[in-house]
Nanobody, 124 residues
């Protein structure tokens, strides 16, 4: 399976963006799809995750209430709607796949398939 992340861009603080993560080669079924972000000089940070079979979600505390993860089953695509963006949200955003237990989904090392990343820049 290959992942294609898109939707990043430059936005002013308070603005919104919607990121997409599309899978090719097979369905997301049976996987957990995670969104992570990495700012320059920092480690890859957990943002959100979605269990494709069942729709369970989790969010990092830093994005709760501002970001929403959703899916389009027909398009085999996962979305991350990002509202009320802040300058500290600036990073390259990646989507990844894992089959790890739900308690480990915030650990980027447990993901074995990644998309190429999409840059989100939030200006103040």
């Amino acid at each position: 399976v290959q992942l294609q992340a898109s939707g990043g861009g430059l936005v002013q603080a308070g603005g919104s963006l919607r990121l997409s993560c599309a899978a090719s080669g097979r369905s997301f079924s049976g996987y957990i799809v995670g969104w992570f972000r990495q700012a320059p000089g920092k480690e890859r940070e957990f943002v959100s995750a979605f269990r494709w079979s069942g729709g369970t979600t989790r969010y990092a505390d830093s994005v709760k209430g501002r970001f929403t993860i959703s899916r389009d089953i027909a398009k085999n695509t996962l979305y991350l709607q990002m509202n009320s963006l802040k300058p500290e949200d600036t990073a390259v955003y990646y989507c990844g796949l894992t089959r790890i237990v739900w308690s480990e989904i915030a650990n980027h090392k447990q993901y074995n398939v990644w998309g190429q990343g999409t840059l989100v820049t939030v200006s103040s």
